[in-house]
């Protein structure tokens, strides 16, 4: 099975950017659909966004779109998620996501395998 660890995570002023790795091991991640998810404190986890497996088709949250991006270096076999014009909102720990389905959606149930997360702190 595979095994996920994110990084990147910190402190950035509101319109800041950070990029968040999540680096596998155990397995290759082009034989899994992923996606990227966070928690805010008090609040139920949340879909950020997923890609197949194929790597071509990709679904944006609505709150995301136009600022954050997916990307992914197999030879490094990590996943990334770069994040622009961030906002006080964005704050939350993110977690990437694996499944070995063509394609995990939005359902957390969906995902088979979760990095611990990373923190990501947005100050106004």
């Known amino acids: 099975q595979v095994q996920l660890v994110e990084s990147g995570g910190g402190l950035v002023q509101a319109g800041g950017s950070l990029r968040l790795s999540c680096a596998a091991s155990g397995r290759t991640l082009s034989a899994y659909a992923m996606g990227w998810f966070r928690q805010a404190p008090g609040k139920e986890r949340e879909f950020v966004l997923a890609i197949d497996r194929s790597g071509v088709g990709i679904v944006y949250a609505d709150s995301v779109k136009g600022r954050f991006t997916f990307s992914r270096d197999n030879a490094k076999n990590t996943v990334y998620l770069e994040m622009n014009s961030l906002k006080p909102e964005d704050t939350a720990v993110y977690y990437c996501?694996?499944?070995?389905?063509?394609?995990?959606?939005?359902?957390?149930?969906?995902?088979?395998?979760w990095g611990q997360g990373t923190q990501v702190t947005v100050s106004s």
């Open positions: 996501a694996a499944t070995r389905t063509m394609y995990g959606g939005t359902r957390i149930r969906n995902y088979d395998y």
